[in-house]
């Protein structure tokens, strides 16, 4: 079982790894950098949309707070 695993790991690392050494090897850049910029670059987006989350729910209660449905005239 760990010989197959190691197998499909190898795999991967052999034929993953190429996209990032060619995009280095076009910018001329070392592919080690390559990589932490994608690995920086997924962790900022996954920020960015959790802040958006949280933007949007705020926005969402603070207009719930303002536009609140009265039931009568003399709630105000």
């Given amino acids: ?3 197959i695993i190691n197998q499909i790991r190898h795999f991967f690392e052999r034929h993953g790894f190429y996209v990032s050494s060619r ?3 076009k910018l001329g850049m070392r592919a080690k950098n390559v990589r932490l910029f994608f690995i920086y670059l997924s962790f900022a ?3 960015a949309w959790f802040a958006v989350y949280l933007t949007l729910a705020f926005l969402l209660k603070f207009k719930d707070m303002l536009y609140a ?3 009568s005239v003399f709630d105000l």
């Fill in 1 to 3: 079982m760990s010989k």
């Fill in 23 to 25: 995009f280095a090897d």
């Fill in 69 to 71: 449905k009265r039931t």
């Fill in 45 to 47: 987006t996954f920020g």
